[in-house]
Nanobody, 115 residues
Framework: QVQLVESGGALVQPGGSLRLSCAASGIIFSIYAMRWYRQAPGKQRELVASITAGDRTYYVPSVKGRFTISRDNAKNTVFLQMNSLTPEDTAVYYC?????????WGQGTQVTVSS
């Protein structure tokens, strides 16, 4: 059974940094692309960043240069380092993978950027 568990969300001041983690189980983690999404109140869930099995990365333009996605296959974990945070980054952040055509999601972790 595929399970994804996010952690690392918090309240942080504008300009601050956070590192989110997503631990996966029930899969051969290293062969999957992993994605981070976020959903702000009243908005649709949006893709923030992705990383392939070969470590190719993608970022939505609004976070490029501020966020870094990475993975540790030995720990079955994907990370999202977020720097220079702004109030517009406030959202619930979810990690995601697609297995046999099915999307799997974690429970989400809340990131709030506020002074």
């Amino acid at each position: 059974q595929v399970q994804l568990v996010e952690s690392g969300g918090a309240l942080v001041q504008p300009g601050g940094s956070l590192r989110l983690s997503c631990a996966a189980s029930g899969i051969i983690f290293s062969i999957y692309a992993m994605r981070w999404y976020r959903q702000a109140p009243g908005k649709q869930r949006e893709l923030v960043a992705s990383i392939t099995a070969g470590d190719r990365t993608y970022y939505v333009p609004s976070v490029k240069g501020r966020f870094t996605i990475s993975r540790d296959n030995a720990k079955n974990t994907v990370f999202l380092q977020m720097n220079s945070l702004t109030p517009e980054d406030t959202a619930v952040y979810y990690c995601n993978l697609r297995h046999d055509g099915v999307d799997y999601w974690g429970q989400g972790t809340q990131v709030t950027v506020s002074s």
